[in-house]
């Protein structure tokens, strides 16, 4: 993984500012114990996970409210956690760490710590961090031109939880769709897509139902390319026709519309000059998306084989 290679950018989880040592935790992470020290406010304040591994109110029966000093998290990987380390700190995406990881050669390393990252989000309910971590997804494969590969497709179908990676997911099938232009009929049993599509069901059946939804536009989707995240929710017809939406990754992309993005302000831009705005325009129906809030995780994970895509897959 990236080990010794972001050295620089591990500064950031000793805190930029300095802070009493009772308002800091010492988190130990992963089987090696790598230490990061954090605000205990900043990390507490995040999600429910952290708060309540914080919680020393079960030891300690004097002070109210206390907080662990030190925090033991072997579960998790060094290198993702160094990512979310830079994120609290800052809060900022990982343009930074990009830019490294080319100039080493190890970006291979820093995509698989994203997607951890992403996931590890999702799992505990931190969609700003989800968020960032897929922009940062699709920049390192804008920047190398990457195409998915079939290591990448089956661990997120067949070793992920539906629900955490659906964003991933929604992803993966607008890239295959670029990728092979949109097609069904030439895919073959022995290519190398065709032996995917068989052997991940329901990558094949999201495949499809993004297939069957994107030919009631007139996008080709051999000319769509996911990996580039134009600066804007509001596009011109001409614009979504190469590139994706602002936030058509993002958890808050069904209440978004054709508005700003949240994270605007936070997260690093996909280009170097703010994002365009313009007036409000009706949503046609092809742009219409399902609010999360009408369907439950509980849904989702009763029934891992729902098209996903039927509900949260808009064409941009």
């Not at 304040?45 to 030891?59: C, I, K, M, P």
């Not at 800052?90 to 080319?102: L, S």
């Not at 094949?204 to 000319?223: C, E, M, P, Q």
Request: include cysteine; proline fraction near 5%; charged fraction near 25%.
């Amino acid at each position: 993984m990236l080990k010794a290679k972001f050295a620089c950018k591990r500064a950031s989880a000793l805190l930029s500012s300095p802070i009493s040592s009772s308002e800091t935790v010492r988190v130990f992470v992963g089987e090696e114990c790598r230490e990061f020290v954090l605000s205990k406010k900043a990390l507490s304040s995040t999600s429910e996970y952290f708060a309540d591994r914080l919680d020393a109110s079960s030891v300690n029966f004097v002070q109210r409210n206390a907080q662990l000093n030190t925090l033991w998290l072997e579960e998790l990987c060094p290198e993702m956690f160094e990512l979310f380390a830079y994120w609290l700190d800052e809060r900022g995406g990982f343009q930074g760490f990009i830019d490294e990881a080319e100039a080493n050669d190890c970006c291979e390393d820093l995509q698989w710590d994203l997607i951890t990252l992403h996931l590890f989000a999702a799992r505990i309910g931190l969609d700003a961090l989800q968020d960032a971590a897929m922009d940062g997804i699709q920049d390192i494969y804008l920047r190398l031109d990457w195409d998915i590969t079939p290591k990448f497709v089956s661990q997120i179908y067949a070793e992920c939880d539906p629900v955490d990676s659906y964003r991933l997911r929604k992803w993966i099938v607008a890239m295959a769709a670029w990728s092979l232009g949109g097609c069904v009929e030439k895919i073959g049993t022995a290519d190398k897509m065709g032996a995917l599509f068989q052997a991940c069901p329901e990558f094949w059946h999201d495949y499809v139902a993004h297939l069957s939804k994107s030919s009631k536009s007139k996008i080709k989707l051999a000319f769509k390319n996911p990996q580039l995240r134009l600066p804007s929710n509001n596009l011109r017809n001409d614009e979504r026709q190469f590139g994706f939406r602002q936030c058509s990754f993002h958890t808050h992309r069904s209440s978004v519309g054709q508005g700003r993005c949240p994270h605007a302000f936070s997260l690093s831009p996909s280009y170097p000059y703010p994002p365009v705005q313009r007036p409000e325009s009706p949503l046609t129906e092809e742009d219409s998306d399902l609010e999360l809030g009408s369907i439950t995780g509980k849904a989702l994970v009763a029934s891992p084989r729902t098209a996903i895509f039927d509900l949260y897959l808009d064409l941009d």
